[in-house]
């Protein structure tokens, strides 16, 4: 579960943000809508603890975050948030799989090279584990995307325009997935973007 409580941040006097209060149970999902210029990156920079806030909390499972020191955030942030970055981050000299396992390295977890090839399978990449990322397709790049955030079995996803470069056939089937893993594992689901499709697909919306 997820809930933010009078977030603020600022950039500079002239750039600052007031977000409102969210809440996101487990197995919830929440869609943050906004145009660019109104925040959308940060308060996901804030919600991932990438941003520290002027003021306020952001809260994980009674855990308030914006109390914790600069290590035990790091800490947290592996352990409990799984993030699907707009355009995936994997370490290149990696294969599919050693970018899989990086999350449970990263969060002091076993290496857990039965669950990798799982959810290969469950997402349809399961050909490919030995390949450098570079070698896979957009589609496949952000199936393991999903997937790697999904390793460590997080309270919540945070998906940052996972749609935004997709038709409307590989959007449906982005949202499908997230939608599916979050169910499966029990994790607060949060999608920020700008993109108005995937309006019908959530329930729960916020505009900024």
């Given at each position: 579960?997820?809930?933010?409580?009078?977030?603020?941040?600022e950039?500079?006097?002239a750039?600052q943000?007031?977000?409102?209060?969210?809440?996101?149970?487990?197995?919830e999902?929440l869609l943050?809508?906004?145009?660019?210029?109104?925040?959308?990156?940060?308060?996901?920079?804030?919600?991932?603890?990438?941003?520290?806030?002027?003021?306020g909390?952001?809260?994980?499972?009674?855990t308030?975050?914006?109390?914790?020191?600069?290590a035990?955030?790091?800490?947290?942030?592996?352990?409990?948030?799984?993030?699907?970055?707009?355009?995936?981050?994997?370490?290149?000299a990696?294969?599919?799989?050693d970018?899989?396992?990086?999350?449970?390295?990263?969060?002091?977890?076993?290496?857990?090279?039965?669950?990798?090839?799982?959810?290969a399978?469950?997402?349809?990449?399961?050909?490919?584990?030995?390949?450098?990322?570079?070698?896979?397709?957009?589609?496949?790049?952000?199936?393991?995307?999903i997937?790697?955030?999904?390793?460590?079995?997080?309270?919540?996803?945070?998906?940052?325009?996972?749609?935004?470069?997709?038709?409307?056939?590989?959007?449906?089937?982005?949202?499908?997935?997230?939608?599916?893993?979050?169910?499966?594992?029990g994790?607060?689901?949060?999608?920020?973007?700008?993109?108005?499709?995937?309006?019908?697909?959530?329930q729960?919306?916020?505009?900024?």
């Amino acid at each position: 579960m997820l809930e933010t409580r009078h977030l603020t941040f600022e950039y500079t006097p002239a750039k600052q943000f007031t977000f409102p209060d969210v809440h996101c149970a487990n197995r919830e999902a929440l869609l943050i809508l906004g145009q660019s210029g109104r925040g959308k990156t940060t308060f996901l920079h804030l919600l991932a603890l990438l941003l520290k806030p002027k003021s306020g909390s952001v809260i994980i499972d009674q855990t308030d975050l914006t109390r914790l020191s600069v290590a035990d955030t790091a800490a947290f942030r592996a352990r409990h948030l799984g993030i699907v970055y707009q355009k995936p981050h994997f370490v290149s000299a990696l294969s599919v799989m050693d970018n899989l396992l990086l999350a449970n390295y990263l969060a002091n977890k076993p290496q857990d090279k039965s669950r990798a090839r799982a959810l290969a399978v469950q997402l349809g990449f399961s050909e490919q584990l030995a390949k450098k990322t570079h070698q896979l397709s957009q589609g496949e790049q952000q199936r393991v995307s999903i997937a790697r955030s999904v390793m460590n079995q997080p309270d919540v996803i945070l998906a940052d325009e996972p749609t935004s470069s997709l038709d409307d056939d590989n959007t449906a089937r982005v949202v499908t997935l997230l939608r599916d893993q979050s169910e499966q594992i029990g994790a607060s689901l949060i999608v920020v973007t700008h993109d108005q499709r995937l309006k019908d697909a959530f329930q729960n919306r916020v505009n900024l």
